[in-house]
C-alpha cells in the first residue's frame, strides 16, 4: 500500500528548508499541531501524518501483531522516511510519539538528526527507584475502563489529560478526537502505551535532543521530565509555563517559542 495513504501523510510549507516531522500521541490526529504549522511553514518543510488506527489513516493497514507495541508505530515513521527520501529531518513527537521517535532514530539512524520531545514518557508505572505518575493498578483500572466503556473513558478522562479546566473547549477537543478513533485499535494503541518501558532506549540517543515538559502535567510528572533529560547525554529540557500534557493546543506561543529556537540553533 501506498505510504502516503496508509498514514495519510501532508508535506507541506519550504520544499528548500531542513524537514520537521510532527508526530501525533494516542488518540490524536495531525490536526492537533494545526497551532505549530503556522510557526514553521516559512522557514522548513513540515511533514505532517497519522498512525495506522488514528485520524485518516487507511484502517484496512491496521495490524494488532504489528501494532502492539510502540515498534510497529517506529516502523511506520522510518517507512514514511524512506518513502519521502529524509535525512537528517527533525522529529518531534508529543507523549507517546517522543518514545516512538527514539525507536525510529534507532532504526534509521541516517534519517533522523534531532529529536523534540513534547510531554515525553518512557515509563507510566510507577517503581521502587522511578515515578511515572501511576501504579500499576491505576493503569489496570484505565485500560479496563477503556476497553470497556470506550466511549466513556474518552469523556471522563480528556479533560484530565488537558488540563486547564477553565477551558473546556480544549478537553472537549481531545475527546471529540478520541471518540473519532476505531474503539478496537484504540485498545491496542493504549496497551502498546500505557505498559511500555522505553527508559532503556533512551541512552542509546546520540542526536540533539529537546525535551519539552509542562509545569503541570498528571500524565507526565517532572520527575519524568528530569529522568528523560538526565538519561540523553546533551539534552536540553524545558519547562513551560503551562498546564496538562497538550502545550501545543493550551499554550501554542511558549511551544512554538521553545521549538522554533531549538531548530535555529540546529542550522
Not at 154 to 183: H, K, Q, W, Y
Not at 244 to 251: E, K, N, T
Request: contains cysteine.
Amino acid at each position: 500500500m501506498d505510504i502516503s495513504r496508509r498514514n495519510n501523510v501532508n508535506v507541506i510549507g519550504n520544499p528548500q528548508g531542513p524537514t520537521v516531522v510532527l508526530a501525533h500521541g494516542f488518540g490524536c490526529d495531525q490536526n492537533m499541531w494545526r497551532l505549530t504549522v503556522p510557526a514553521l511553514v516559512e522557514e522548513y518543510r513540515v511533514v505532517l501524518f497519522d498512525y495506522v488506527g488514528s485520524g485518516r489513516a487507511e484502517p484496512s493497514a491496521f495490524s494488532e501483531e504489528r501494532y502492539a507495541s510502540l515498534d510497529g508505530y517506529a516502523r511506520d515513521v522510518v517507512d514514511i522516511c524512506e518513502a519521502l527520501d529524509l535525512h537528517e529531518a527533525v522529529f518531534v513527537g508529543h507523549s507517546v510519539s517522543a518514545m516512538i521517535g527514539v525507536l525510529a532514530a534507532g532504526l534509521a539512524p541516517e534519517r533522523i538528526g534531532a529529536l523534540v520531545m513534547v510531554a515525553p514518557s518512557p515509563r507510566y508505572i510507577d517503581e521502587e527507584s522511578y515515578r511515572g505518575g501511576f501504579s500499576a493498578e491505576d493503569i489496570d483500572e484505565l485500560l479496563g475502563s477503556l476497553e470497556s466503556n470506550y466511549l466513556g473513558w474518552s469523556a471522563a478522562m480528556a479533560p484530565v489529560i488537558m488540563g486547564n479546566a477553565e477551558r473546556p473547549e480544549l478537553g472537549d477537543e481531545l475527546a471529540n478526537s478520541f471518540c473519532a478513533t476505531d474503539p478496537a485499535m484504540a485498545r491496542v494503541f493504549a496497551r502498546a502505551t500505557f505498559l511500555s518501558d522505553s527508559r532503556d532506549d533512551l541512552k542509546s540517543v546520540s542526536v540533539p535532543t529537546l525535551v519539552l515538559e509542562c509545569a503541570q502535567d498528571v500524565i507526565a510528572p517532572r520527575e519524568v521530565g528530569a529522568f528523560v533529560h538526565q538519561a540523553i547525554p546533551g539534552s536540553k529540557l524545558i519547562t513551560l509555563d503551562a498546564t496538562g500534557h497538550c502545550p501545543h493546543l493550551s499554550a501554542p506561543e511558549a511551544t512554538n517559542e521553545a521549538l522554533t529556537a531549538f531548530l535555529a540553533g540546529l542550522r
